[in-house]
């Protein structure tokens, strides 16, 4: 089974068939998703949060990414596997994002890269797809923005910010974006976008008209149970079923039922009655 390429993913939204993307940032998750046959799996920065227990994107560095990358690189053979640039490593000029993408590609083993944002960063997206890295955008809510944002809240409610997504959505088009994820923006507006522009569009908080949908896999898999986005479905709640199995594996070892002769091996007891009477 061959992988996945950019010039499928462009068939599916041409085709009509919705395309479902998950983030992983382990060996395990991703071989999971892979043999669930999801196309694209993404190593987001969002792993600051979810993984590294931070309380926003910012402060993960291009090592974490890189680290998280192998992982899940190793574990797919056929999904298109997308890792995003964090703060502050594309940002300063177009080398800079240049560089660092290479690094995502060649020591992590992505197919792709994500960045945030729209016009401002069309130039260094044109760049990285004229030598060679397929670049996915990043619209809407851009995490990486949050103190500017002041929140995680809808954009594009006003006509003005409206425009200016549309606007950045066809830029990014233009500078060669195969794809562009549009978080927390109305369902309205995430249609009209997915209309005008040729690229599939992937939502998250995004409404169902986008041409695929992204997931955090802590949130579909229900593992944090006191956090639940409003945009986040849980298809299982993991905490529960994994809180039980480590009650009920420490009360085992508190009450001496495991482990039991079935999770032991044994040896010669002669062997040991020699090192009985020499010791």
Known sequence: MRRIT???????KSEGTKIPMITAYDYTTASLAEAAEIPIILVGDSLGMVVMGYDST???TLEDMIHHTKMVSRASKWSFVVADLPFMTYQINKD??????ARLVQEGGAQGVKLEGGRDISPSVNKLVRNGIPVM???GLTPQSINTFGGYSIQGRAYEDAETLLLDSLDLQNAGAFAIVLELVPEQLAAFISEKVSIPTIGIGAGPDCDGQVQVVNDLLGLDK???PRHAKQYTTLSKIIEEAFISY?????HKTFPTDQHSATMDERILERLRSKY
């Open 96 to 101: 800079q994002a240049m560089a660092n993408a």
């Open 137 to 139: 955008g990043h619209l």
């Open 58 to 60: 910012i402060p993960v």
């Open 250 to 254: 420490s009360t085992e070892v508190k």
């Open 6 to 12: 950019i010039k499928d993913i462009a068939k599916m």
């Open 226 to 228: 006191n956090f639940i």
